[in-house]
């Protein structure tokens, strides 16, 4: 009696065990059986729109199609997305070019403004693209909600780079380093960009292209027939 009363007993532990496992994996795998969103034709939305007069462009000019993201530079999800763009675009460049547009998506990102501020600054010498890559992959210096530690880590990458210190203190306080941060910004709000990172693709003609979430940008790109 008292073995058959511990048998039934370690199969009760047994079904609750193999029902606690099911909790656990069922939302993993309905997450990864959910249809990624498609990309989709934004009509309204025109090339000045996504690529306004002042828009800093990597790669090719003349290129056919122009990948637009929208970041934040204290995103960690932007930075990872970012690199992947790049290579992406750098695989292209025959056909592809990159336009990146600053937008501070979260307020407890104190130190996107400085960041992005340190960008414009360095691209007064020349050097936008050089700087932007720098503040993605040293977010961690920019973790503290002291303003004069960030701006202090600022100035640290642009010495790294060599900049003219001088003349890169006197951009980063200048009133106008803030124009190309406010020509972001209204393209942010004109294309209704309300998570980050967004990526929109402007060919040169039709309609651009919306890319709702990071996964169906990397469908997107796996794709030859994207390029043709």
């Given at each position: 009696?008292?073995?058959?009363?511990?048998?039934?007993?370690?199969?009760?532990?047994?079904?609750?065990?193999?029902?606690?496992?099911?909790?656990?994996?069922?939302?993993?795998?309905?997450?990864?059986?959910?249809?990624?969103?498609?990309?989709?034709?934004?009509?309204?939305?025109?090339?000045?729109?996504?690529?306004?007069?002042?828009?800093?462009?990597?790669?090719?000019?003349?290129?056919?199609?122009?990948?637009?993201?929208?970041?934040?530079?204290?995103?960690?999800?932007?930075?990872?997305?970012?690199?992947?763009?790049?290579?992406?675009?750098?695989?292209?460049?025959?056909?592809?070019?990159?336009?990146?547009?600053?937008?501070?998506?979260?307020?407890?990102?104190?130190?996107?403004?400085?960041?992005?501020?340190?960008?414009?600054?360095?691209?007064?010498?020349?050097?936008?693209w050089e700087m932007h890559d720098l503040l993605f992959s040293n977010q961690d210096?920019?973790?503290?909600?002291?303003?004069?530690?960030?701006?202090?880590?600022?100035?640290?990458?642009?010495?790294?780079?060599?900049?003219?210190?001088?003349?890169?203190?006197?951009?980063?306080?200048?009133?106008?380093?803030?124009?190309?941060?406010?020509?972001?910004?209204?393209?942010?709000?004109?294309?209704?960009?309300?998570?980050?990172?967004?990526?929109?693709?402007?060919?040169?003609?039709?309609?651009?292209?919306?890319?709702?979430?990071?996964?169906?940008?990397?469908?997107?790109?796996?794709?030859?027939?994207?390029?043709?």
């Amino acid at each position: 009696m008292k073995n058959s009363s511990e048998a039934k007993f370690l199969g009760a532990l047994l079904l609750v065990a193999l029902a606690l496992v099911g909790v656990a994996v069922y939302p993993v795998l309905s997450k990864g059986s959910r249809p990624i969103p498609k990309p989709y034709a934004v009509p309204k939305l025109t090339r000045e729109d996504l690529i306004p007069k002042g828009s800093r462009m990597r790669g090719n000019p003349n290129a056919q199609m122009v990948l637009v993201e929208f970041g934040d530079y204290q995103c960690k999800t932007c930075s990872m997305a970012t690199k992947q763009a790049e290579k992406l675009v750098e695989e292209h460049k025959d056909k592809m070019s990159m336009v990146f547009h600053h937008i501070q998506i979260n307020e407890a990102h104190l130190n996107a403004p400085i960041m992005a501020q340190a960008a414009t600054a360095a691209e007064c010498q020349g050097k936008f693209w050089e700087m932007h890559d720098l503040l993605f992959s040293n977010q961690d210096l920019f973790s503290s909600p002291d303003y004069h530690e960030a701006v202090g880590a600022a100035m640290k990458l642009a010495g790294q780079m060599k900049l003219d210190m001088t003349k890169f203190k006197a951009d980063f306080e200048s009133k106008t380093n803030h124009k190309p941060i406010e020509i972001d910004s209204r393209a942010a709000t004109q294309c209704s960009v309300q998570v980050t990172p967004q990526f929109f693709l402007v060919r040169a003609t039709g309609a651009p292209t919306r890319f709702p979430s990071l996964d169906s940008f990397r469908d997107f790109a796996k794709n030859p027939a994207s390029f043709r």
